[in-house]
């Protein structure tokens, strides 16, 4: 089976005859039809075996994931995704690790109505690279650049379950629940889409709290205070580990959860919550004083220097 064979067989049917695409797979280029007054967001991402997803990990999990990062991006910007492009690097065309991996692309993509448009294929290690297409409406994206003294930071969801997972498979330890928030995470598209409007800054959470909140922080020029014992566990991370201390650096600095997290003032917080079918937690406020702080419920200090994950370090 040739790479063109490939992409009949596994992907031509994952672009929808009514998603604003004019010429999607089968051409050089892709002609796609964007939303009168809408602004493009447009996100990219590269999944690599033994870096992004273990060595093992279910061909259906990998392509749920190498998708689902994208459109977690696409959340943070409060856009609405539209269409996706594959370039896909196989060892070899394995039929039954490609039906598997197009359906676990597929059942995302479909939740989210997005069309893949466009890729290549090619022989290498294995490697996903997905870039994601969204819109929003002109002037109205999440910047990272707007938080405000004396928002509430906020995180949807729960933090730590994927660093954990991940921390538990290196010792030998699998634990289905925590796997599942690794190989399978929700990206919060409809929460970025309802709090558009409401929130003054977001990012997601692929790198983790400690990794990805100064980026807010730097972009609007403020500070931030986190207090650790307001962050949100799971059931399940809560099981494992008991003790704050001894889950507070998954839930910091462990990344992977790609939850939101989002700068709201104090008076929007009842109608955001309202608008959302997932938990909205406030941990921290911003602050005039630059830099990222960490205390307990208490007010007192705490001390935590993992700044969370980073390529190349």
């Not at 998708?67 to 370039?87: H, K």
């Not at 597929?106 to 939740?111: M, V």
């Not at 921390?167 to 699998?174: E, H, K, N, S, Y």
């Not at 929460?191 to 003054?200: D, E």
């Amino acid at each position: 089976m040739d790479e063109f064979a490939l992409i009949r067989r596994y992907f031509a049917g994952l672009t929808a005859a009514s998603s604003g695409v004019v010429v999607g797979i089968g051409d050089d280029a892709a002609l796609l039809t964007p939303t009168p007054d809408q602004q493009l967001a447009v996100t990219c991402d590269t999944l690599i075996e033994g870096r992004h997803f273990p060595v093992g990990t279910s061909a259906y999990d990998i392509g749920w994931k190498a998708l689902a990062v994208n459109l977690s991006d696409l959340a943070a910007m409060g856009a609405q995704p539209r269409w996706f492009t594959l370039a896909l690097s196989l060892p070899q065309a394995d039929p039954g690790w490609l039906a598997e991996f197009s359906a676990g692309l597929r059942a995302l993509a479909d939740r989210h109505s997005v069309a893949l448009v466009g890729g290549d294929t090619t022989r290498g290690s294995l490697s996903i690279t997905i870039t994601a297409l969204g819109e929003s409406p002109a002037g109205m994206a999440l910047r990272r650049s707007g938080a405000q003294v004396g928002d509430c930071v906020c995180v949807t969801g729960t933090l730590g379950d994927a660093a954990a997972a991940l921390a538990l498979l290196d010792q030998g330890t699998r634990d289905a629940e925590l796997l599942m928030r690794l190989n399978r995470p929700e990206p919060r598209v409809g929460a970025g889409l309802a709090l558009r409007t409401l929130a003054h800054a977001a990012i997601d959470l692929s790198d983790g709290l400690s990794g990805d909140l100064p980026h807010i922080l730097e972009a609007s020029g403020v500070g931030a205070e986190i207090d650790v014992d307001a962050l949100p566990a799971s059931v399940a991370l809560r099981r494992r580990y008991p003790l704050r201390d001894a889950r507070m650096r998954y839930q910091l600095a462990g990344g992977d959860d790609y939850e939101l997290c989002l700068c709201i003032p104090p008076d929007r917080l009842d109608h955001a919550r309202a608008r959302l079918d997932v938990p909205l937690h406030v941990v921290g406020r911003i602050t005039a004083v630059r830099g990222l702080r960490y205390v307990d419920a208490s007010g007192a200090t705490i001390v935590f220097n993992h700044p969370g994950f980073r390529h190349f370090e």
